[in-house]
């Protein structure tokens, strides 16, 4: 099972599909941090994997913000005995910086996901996040992750940005780019009914579903089926590749919030014990 960490309330990005901002942030603050602690080592004995996550962006920290206090705190508990051996990080990217690189290190991360709305350009999945005037090169960003020897997956969001090449020109271009994983996200119309602007954005914007069902068809006929995966998992140009309806679905895994109680999923709001 995998253990989620919430450890990002903020984010400065805007991108058109968020709903994270709608949500309340779990509080947290410096008499929490037991408690916090606890929580991590239940989350430990229940789970394996941790992937570091949260309603922000999480490589959006300083020493004094809450999501840098959780992130010192976490690094503290993998550096005794028992660890999270494997550790993903989730981020869209426009964040990174030497210290976050630094961070993710010390905390034994071994793979990080950076999060594309255009794989293609730059500019536009930079216009997509909502930012301007920023150093912000994909190809860069690949570069450093791959040099810190991290393991590396992009998360490709299926609007009609990528809907222009082959299916195999969008997975030979993520291997050019150096992914070791390559995760196609179908983008979902949300069952919220405060999420109008980002239902708006998705019908709009989403990949047809017959260029949908032409990539699943190309990795299903092209790519080397991994057995016992859930969702299922391909080899293919010698990335790992998966094309993921709902990344949560299926997947086993538990919730830490900033509150240093656990949950059973994202939407749960009463803790398991
Ligand atoms: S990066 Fe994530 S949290 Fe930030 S605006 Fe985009 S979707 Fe929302």
Same mark, same amino acid.
């Given at each position: 099972?995998? /253990?989620?960490?919430? &450890?990002?309330?903020?984010?400065?990005?805007?991108?058109?599909?968020? &709903?994270?901002?709608? !949500?309340?942030?779990?509080?947290? @603050?410096?008499?929490?941090? !037991?408690?916090? /602690?606890?929580?991590?080592?239940?989350? %430990?004995?229940?789970?394996? +994997?941790? #992937?570091?996550?949260?309603?922000?962006?999480?490589?959006?920290?300083?020493?004094?913000?809450?999501?840098?206090?959780?992130?010192? /705190?976490?690094?503290?508990?993998?550096?005794?005995?028992? &660890?999270?051996?494997?550790?993903?990080?989730?981020?869209?990217? #426009?964040?990174?910086?030497?210290?976050?690189?630094?961070?993710?290190?010390?905390?034994?991360?071994? #793979? =990080?996901?950076?999060?594309?709305?255009?794989?293609?350009?730059?500019?536009?999945?930079?216009?997509?996040?909502?930012? %301007? !005037? $920023?150093?912000?090169?994909?190809?860069?960003?690949?570069?450093?992750?791959?040099?810190?020897?991290?393991?590396?997956?992009?998360?490709?969001?299926?609007?009609?940005? !990528?809907?222009?090449?082959?299916?195999?020109? $969008?997975?030979?271009?993520?291997?050019?780019?150096?992914?070791?994983?390559?995760?196609?996200?179908?983008?979902?119309?949300?069952?919220?009914?405060?999420?109008?602007?980002?239902?708006?954005?998705?019908?709009?914007?989403?990949?047809?579903?017959?260029? =949908?069902?032409?990539?699943?068809?190309?990795?299903?006929?092209?790519? =080397?089926?991994?057995? @016992?995966?859930?969702?299922?998992?391909?080899?293919?140009?010698?990335? +790992?590749?998966?094309?993921?309806?709902?990344?949560?679905?299926? +997947?086993?895994? $538990?919730?830490? %919030?900033?509150?240093?109680?656990?949950?059973?999923?994202?939407?749960?709001?009463?803790?398991?014990?």
């Amino acid at each position: 099972m995998n /253990l989620q960490i919430d &450890i990002s309330n903020e984010c400065k990005n805007s991108c058109p599909i968020c &709903i994270s901002k709608m !949500h309340k942030p779990f509080p947290f @603050n410096e008499a929490s941090k !037991h408690v916090w /602690l606890n929580g991590l080592k239940r989350g %430990r004995e229940l789970c394996d +994997t941790a #992937t570091i996550s949260g309603r922000g962006e999480p490589l959006l920290f300083t020493e004094n913000t809450q999501t840098g206090r959780l992130w010192a /705190l976490f690094k503290s508990f993998q550096q005794v005995d028992n &660890i999270f051996k494997q550790v993903d990080v989730q981020t869209s990217g #426009t964040e990174f910086s030497a210290n976050s690189l630094n961070m993710m290190s010390d905390c034994n991360v071994s #793979t =990080v996901a950076i999060s594309v709305a255009n794989m293609f350009s730059s500019e536009q999945d930079l216009a997509f996040k909502g930012r %301007r !005037h $920023l150093d912000y090169r994909i190809s860069t960003l690949c570069d450093r992750v791959k040099s810190w020897r991290f393991t590396l997956r992009l998360t490709v969001l299926l609007n009609t940005m !990528h809907s222009v090449p082959y299916p195999e020109e $969008l997975i030979d271009y993520a291997g050019l780019l150096g992914a070791d994983q390559l995760t196609f996200k179908e983008l979902k119309i949300p069952e919220n009914s405060q999420a109008l602007l980002k239902s708006s954005w998705i019908k709009r914007n989403k990949m047809k579903p017959y260029l =949908v069902n032409e990539l699943r068809a190309y990795i299903e006929k092209e790519g =080397v089926p991994i057995p @016992n995966t859930n969702p299922s998992l391909y080899k293919l140009f010698g990335m +790992t590749v998966a094309l993921d309806e709902d990344c949560m679905s299926e +997947t086993r895994y $538990l919730v830490l %919030r900033p509150n240093g109680k656990l949950y059973y999923s994202w939407n749960s709001v009463v803790p398991i014990e």
